[in-house]
């Protein structure tokens, strides 16, 4: 038996991490054939960071990286200069050539803690857009019906709403579409949000008389540390790849009991089985949830960094949350005077803008020597060793006089 025709990684193949099969009885076909295939990923550098969302279509793709499968993980670096309109209510800002390669430089690096970058074909697809003429888009924008793109949901809410689309959102699919033709496809992934786009490649084989590519919609989409959104950076719910592992760990510590088998099930690796049994043990009262949530954090972080780092991280959650302590190595700013707690924080990099501190601080958040302080302007007079500042549960620095 070779990897390409393992029954029981083909059965998960189709199982696990899958929302929707376009066509399940062609992929089986295709995956019974033992010929090894093109499996595309797509992914628009809009912002230089991925998180734990990513991931799980990450996984799916090792799942087939494993079983001898070419993945081809087309950076859009093009596309995303346009702007992907998928459940958007307005148009996205446009990235310039720069920014779009920059952040795609950092996907590569991180994709790596999933993939096997030895067994992956990277493309960009300004290989092929940037040497098409005017006539080549037109002609592109031929295979393709302005009804068929405006029955999108996104679309068709912001013709309601009375909101503009503009014309270069509308070649977006066709662009997508017109990847697959050039990597030959024979499979493509992607979240059940993009499922439009997805279906636009399909068509676009099937008009220029190439094999059609098959469907693989991963899901359920994973929400974010709020329990309710989708994970995304915009909403400030997300956890990210390249986290801190003292964060992501405790990130991961404070995601609702409702999302946690989710979470098991989509970003880990642990088999069903085992998932299953800690379920049930949970729902029982033979396990405490909170440390099936313990083994989550340990096993999401093992996993992306490793099993000693891990160890570390979760030595130090419960040293501040179990004992009331300060992580061992609380990062020390030096400063020249007194300044304002607000400036403090600001300094420290614990808030984005004064804003932002002026709302932590009137809501509590924020402890100076282990002590609540609600004054904004209150002084944080530097005494010998230095004074700790703790905003939340997890972020502390040391002001030390220089």
């Known amino acids: 038996m070779t990897p390409l025709t393992d029954p029981t990684a083909l059965d998960q193949l189709m199982r696990r991490r899958v929302a929707e099969i376009i066509s399940e009885d062609s992929l ?6 033992g010929r090894p295939l093109r499996i595309k990923f797509g992914a628009d550098p809009t912002k230089p960071d991925l998180h734990l969302g990513h991931v799980v279509v990450l996984k799916k793709l090792r799942e087939f990286q494993n079983l001898g499968h070419t993945i081809v993980f087309i950076i859009g670096d093009y596309t995303a200069q346009v702007g992907d309109p998928s459940g958007k209510s307005k148009t ?22 999933i993939l096997n970058r030895e067994r992956l074909e990277v493309r960009w697809n300004s290989e092929w857009f940037s040497k098409m003429s ?11 019906t302005v009804a068929r793109i405006i029955e999108r949901d996104d679309f068709a809410q912001r013709l309601k709403d009375g909101t503009d689309i503009h014309l270069h959102e509308l070649l977006y699919p066709a662009m997508q579409a017109y990847d697959s033709i050039m990597v030959e496809a024979d499979v493509e992934l992607g979240a059940t949000d993009q499922r439009f786009n997805l279906l636009a490649g399909r068509d676009l084989q099937r008009k220029l008389g190439k094999p059609e590519q098959d469907l693989l919609m991963v899901g359920p989409i ?28 405790g990130k991961v510590m404070s995601i609702p009991d409702s999302t946690l088998w989710d979470y098991w099930t989509l970003v880990t690796d642990e088999s069903e089985e085992s998932i299953a049994e800690m379920r049930t043990a949970c729902e029982s009262g033979k396990m405490n949830p909170r440390d099936a949530k313990a083994r989550l954090a340990r096993t999401i972080v093992s996993e992306l960094y490793s099993a000693d780092v891990a160890g570390k991280a979760e030595q130090e959650f419960d040293l501040v949350h179990r004992q009331g302590g300060q992580p061992e190595n609380t990062l020390e700013i030096f400063v020249s005077e007194d300044i304002t707690l607000s400036d ?18 009137e809501q509590g958040g924020v402890k100076v020597d282990d002590q609540v302080v609600t004054d904004i302007d209150a002084p944080v007079g530097l005494t010998e060793g230095g004074v700790v500042i703790q905003k939340g549960k997890r972020h502390f620095v040391r002001l030390v006089r220089k």
């Open 222 to 249: 994973l929400v974010g540390t709020d329990g309710v959104q989708k994970m995304s950076k915009s909403l400030g719910n997300y956890i990210g790849v390249e986290d801190d592992p003292s964060d992501m760990y």
């Open 28 to 33: 089986k076909k295709k995956l019974a054939s």
């Open 344 to 361: 403090a924080l600001v300094k420290a990099k614990l808030v984005n803008s004064k804003s932002e501190a002026r709302r932590v601080i």
């Open 134 to 144: 005017f006539l080549d888009v037109i002609s592109l924008a031929g295979k393709f």
């Open 92 to 113: 996205r800002p446009q990235l310039s050539d720069e920014e779009a390669r920059a952040n795609g430089e950092t996907y590569l690096a991180q994709v790596g803690k």
